[in-house]
Structures are given as structure tokens and as C-alpha cells.
């Protein structure tokens, strides 16, 4: 079968409904929140809309508006730039990132029973290979993701589930993280919450080991998805393109998942 073969085969899958997309996008609001940020570090800019015209004497035809955000508001993605682990890779920023990587299959790991229970819960590497025991072997180059169900479950009033100790939110611990980089070199991992990392995980040795690690061997994150339980464990297909933003240490992005029907 040719290539335009297999692509005529999608398309028609797509419409005709044997191939279902499923949004796994937030939507960008002024009451999305962003991940909170302790003086004296400077905090990211949530989501602001102002009208330019609206078919009224600025533009009586048109309706369009300026916006103001950060790189990193709503559901994103994470260059590897965005960390000092990763600041002179090559090709480390969402304008120069290989545009292949944009579209990847995906492993879901269902965490959302253990999450329901601890919001905190973090993700091992027996979790991992538990999960590899059932569905397979992670293979090199997909998404991983953690599904925590977390927009069903967390506060809209706290929504990185912050205590005095700090947020508690679900990610993988270290081990985890070596495990996805080092021994089934993926591509990157996505969660549902406001971070890649756990809550907790500047605990850890080395903290924030999403970023340090994966971000430092040239990965990427996603975070703040949803609808995650509308995926398979395997067989969807991500697309998952972020703006092209010059020297861009990440970018708002729509997130689709290709499901089989």
C-alpha cells in the first residue's frame, strides 16, 4: 500500500467515523489557572482577552482581540529549552523541534483510582512495568501519559491542591523518569495537572525530575490535558503542535488524540 493510499485510508476513517478525535484540550479562560509561583520568582501571566472591534465603529465588518498569556497557561507544551538541563541542546525550542515529533502515538496510564485516593500519588517505576505487564512494552518515540482525571476530582478554588507544605498534585517520582528516558527512550510525558511533575517532587533528588531529566535529554512535556479517559491505554494517535514561537521555551497548543471507534 502507498503512502497516499494509507493517507486516502485515514481521511476516510476520520469521516466516516471509524476513527474518532477526541479534544484533549482545556479551554483558555481568564479563570484557567496557571502553575503559582513563590516570590521572589516572578509568576506567568494567565489567559486576558481584549476586544479590538466587534462589527462597531473599530471594525464594523470584523470582530477579533488581542490576548496576553504565557508561554506556559493552559493546556502546553514544554521545550526543552524551557529548563537549564536542557538550554544548549540543539533544535531545543519550539520553533526548531523536528515537526515529526508533533504527531506520536500515546500510552495512557490509568492512575485515576489511586489519584481519587491520593491526590498526591506518585508514579513508580512498578506502576510502569505493571501497566507494561497488561498492554506491552512502552515503545521508543510515544507519549506517555498520566491520567489522573484531575479536572473531575481537584478544587476549581485550588486547583494545584496547594497545602501549607506546598501543591499536591500526581507525577512520577526519579526512578519513573530515568525508566521512560533511559530504558524506553520516549518521546515525552503529558499529564492532566497544572505540572509534568508531582506536586512534591522538589523533594525529590534531583527535583522536578520531568524537567531536570527529560527536558535535559531533549523531551517533551504536556501539561493541563483533560478527557484523558477517552483514550486507550495504546493505539491513539497524538497531534499535538505547538506555535511556532521564536526561541519559544513552550506554547499553548491544541491537543487531538486519534482514537480507533
Not at 515529533?101 to 517505576?125: H, M, N, W, Y
Request: negative net charge; contains cysteine; glycine residues 8%.
Amino acid at each position: 500500500m502507498s503512502s497516499i493510499q494509507m493517507l486516502d485510508l485515514l481521511a476516510a476513517a476520520i469521516k466516516q467515523g471509524g476513527v474518532e478525535i477526541v479534544d484533549l484540550t482545556e479551554t483558555l479562560s481568564p479563570e484557567f489557572p496557571v502553575i503559582e509561583m513563590l516570590p521572589p520568582m516572578k509568576q506567568g501571566r494567565q489567559f486576558t482577552s481584549e476586544v479590538i472591534s466587534q462589527y462597531d465603529d473599530a471594525g464594523p465588518r470584523w470582530y477579533w482581540n488581542n490576548i496576553s498569556l504565557s508561554e506556559h497557561t493552559g493546556t502546553h507544551l514544554d521545550a526543552p529549552i524551557h529548563w537549564v538541563t536542557g538550554k544548549d541542546l540543539p533544535n531545543n525550542s519550539v520553533d526548531t523541534i523536528a515537526v515529526e515529533q508533533f504527531i506520536a502515538p500515546a500510552c495512557v496510564i490509568d492512575c485515576s483510582d489511586e489519584v481519587a485516593k491520593d491526590k498526591g500519588f506518585i508514579l513508580t517505576r512498578k506502576h510502569i512495568e505493571d501497566w507494561e505487564d497488561t498492554h506491552g512494552e512502552i515503545e521508543a518515540g510515544s507519549w506517555v501519559f498520566l491520567r489522573s482525571d484531575w479536572r473531575k476530582i481537584a478544587d476549581p478554588k485550588n486547583w494545584t491542591n496547594r497545602k501549607a507544605d506546598g501543591s499536591h498534585s500526581p507525577g512520577p517520582d526519579v526512578g519513573a523518569v530515568e525508566f521512560l528516558v533511559f530504558e524506553r527512550d520516549v518521546l515525552g510525558f503529558g499529564t492532566e495537572t497544572v505540572g509534568s511533575d508531582a506536586g512534591q517532587s522538589f523533594l525529590f533528588e534531583p527535583p522536578y525530575p520531568v524537567h531536570e531529566i527529560l527536558n535535559g535529554r531533549g523531551k517533551l512535556g504536556l501539561q493541563c490535558m483533560t478527557r484523558l479517559d477517552r483514550v486507550p491505554a495504546k493505539g491513539a494517535l497524538i497531534i499535538a503542535a505547538p506555535l511556532k514561537i521564536q526561541n519559544g521555551s513552550g506554547s499553548p497548543l491544541r491537543v487531538l488524540a486519534m482514537v480507533p471507534s
